[in-house]
């Protein structure tokens, strides 16, 4: 299984900036870095993914280390709406599917 | 756009019934299909993975002849849950892509299957 380590839980205030950290030292060369969010009883929404260059969207940012071994996911302006529970996967080749892990609940403060 | 429907959204239904979820891709085409379950407070399980025209490739530890996969066409996805207990109750969600795993999955909004 392709793991990732996130901290359990994140607190953040309406209209700050918010970093969201991802270990993921068992990544290969050809793996991307996909990170989905997940309200309560809907499926998961695609953010954002990237391979090794920052990943920039309508979102948010993805800021990849230069080894690849861990990666940043950044809202700019956090709203109540992201209050969410964030996943962090990393995967490759064809047919390869996403594994997810417990990933990170982010709390907005208004 | 990369919209999935997921169908029916909630269902309740008696032990022994059968029940069957479709998951469609409604403007784009998914080369591959994933269906996953997930229990209160837990992360997803992947169930199971789809190929067009193929047949599903299920995770260690799902019964394939519990829960039957049907991936027909580019833009539908079926799960049939058959002779359906309590244990089984659970969230069900489906997911698309259109190409490897270079490509973002689009989820379906997942269906609620609660078993008396």
């Known amino acids: 299984d392709a793991k990732t380590t996130q901290p359990n839980s994140m607190e953040s205030n309406e209209e700050e900036p918010v970093h969201l950290p991802c270990n993921h030292s068992?990544?290969?060369?050809?793996?991307?870095i996909h990170w989905y969010r997940q309200l309560p009883s809907q499926g998961p929404e695609y953010v954002i993914h990237?391979?090794?260059s920052n990943v920039n969207n309508r979102m948010a940012s993805l800021a990849i280390a230069e080894d690849r071994k861990s990666s940043t996911l950044i809202l700019h302006r956090a709203t109540l709406r992201d209050a969410a529970v964030y996943y962090c996967?990393?995967?490759?080749?064809?047919?390869?599917?996403?594994?997810f892990g417990k990933g990170i609940t982010l709390s907005v403060r208004p | 756009g990369a919209v999935v429907s997921q169908h029916p959204s909630w269902v309740i239904c008696k032990s022994g019934t059968s029940v069957k979820i479709e998951c469609r891709s409604l403007?784009?085409?998914?080369?591959?299909m994933f269906w996953y379950r997930q229990f209160p407070k837990q992360s997803l399980m992947l169930m199971a993975t789809?190929?067009?025209?193929?047949?599903?490739?299920?995770e260690q530890g799902v019964e394939k002849d519990k829960f039957l996969i049907n991936h027909a066409s580019l833009t539908l996805s079926t799960l049939t849950v058959t002779s359906a207990h309590p244990e089984d109750s659970s969230f069900y969600i489906c997911?698309?892509?259109?190409?490897?795993?270079?490509?973002?999955?689009?989820f379906g909004d997942g269906t609620r299957l609660s078993i008396l």
């Open positions: 068992t990544i290969s060369g050809t793996d991307y």
């Open positions: 996967i990393f995967g490759g080749g064809a047919n390869s599917k996403l594994t």
């Open positions: 997911s698309a892509r259109n190409g490897g795993s270079n490509q973002p999955q689009h």
């Open positions: 403007d784009f085409q998914a080369t591959t």
């Open positions: 789809s190929n067009e025209g193929s047949k599903a490739t299920y």
């Open positions: 990237g391979l090794t």
